[in-house]
């Protein structure tokens, strides 16, 4: 317990899935968080699961600057303080590249790339404040390695990845910590419905999203504090290679 005590958090998509679970968690561990997010109602609702003393939701629309901005400012005037940022929010959509369209291209780009540049540039001027700060970029399996009719999500998740690496030279001087975390298939409203094949995959199953918030707690935390501009990998062993399914 107290794993991030003192410290406020902005994290973006985190209504539902696994930025919600990763905002219970951070909570849980002391920190005070600001929800980001379109879902109202049930930004409204972890608001009031979690406590208005921790936690509160600010309607964000990652693709909007200026939203960005005003979120920063929510976090600071309700807790006086950033300290931590998790770029959550993203979207997926399918087709071969033959057949993507342009405004899908331009959709996820936009909301899974450009979302994340917008967040860290609005938050920087805060999280100098805080003296030891973290980025936390949610990239994917697909930002280390090609997946068929995913170009624009594969595109955006590589993007992520580099852009951590970029802002980690940039900030380290303020002591700004940026990494990049590359979850695999994880259970969530976004994965609901989707048939999704672990059989070759070395833990045999999807990950749940606990799993994931126990590595966002870690890089959140000081615990993490000698680690950026660093992949970490939560996906079962799916990019160690194919593995044989038990019989």
Do not use: C
């Not at 959550?88 to 342009?102: C, K, R, S, V």
Request: proline share 3%.
């Amino acid at each position: 317990m107290g794993r991030v005590s003192g410290k406020v958090a902005l994290i973006s998509g985190a209504a539902r899935g696994m930025g919600a679970e990763h905002a219970r968690l951070l909570v849980k561990e002391g920190a005070k968080v600001v929800i980001g997010d379109l879902l109202e109602a049930e930004g409204a609702a972890l608001v009031e699961e979690l406590g208005a003393e921790n936690a509160a939701f600010v309607p964000l629309n990652v693709t909007k600057y200026e939203q960005w901005q005003h979120a920063v400012e929510v976090a600071v005037a309700t807790f006086g303080r950033l300290d931590v940022l998790v770029n959550n929010a993203g979207i997926a959509n399918f087709a071969p590249i033959e057949d993507y369209t342009l405004e899908q291209w331009h959709t996820i780009i936009d909301i899974n790339l450009n979302g994340v540049f917008y967040g860290m540039k609005a938050a920087i001027p805060a999280l100098k404040q805080s003296g030891a700060a973290s980025i936390v970029n949610i990239s994917s399996t697909a930002g280390l390695k090609g997946v068929p009719a995913l170009p624009g999500y594969a595109a955006a998740k590589f993007g992520v990845r580099g852009l951590s690496k970029e802002a980690a030279l940039d900030l380290g001087r303020y002591n700004i910590r940026v990494n990049s975390v590359h979850p695999g298939n994880i259970r969530t409203p976004m994965t609901d419905g989707l048939a999704v094949d672990q059989s070759q995959v070395a833990l045999g199953r999807m990950g749940e999203a606990i799993e994931l918030s126990n590595l966002i707690l870690f890089l959140a935390s000081d615990e993490s504090s000698f680690s950026t501009g660093s992949e970490f990998i939560a996906d079962g062993g799916e990019t160690a290679g194919i593995a044989i399914p038990a019989e």
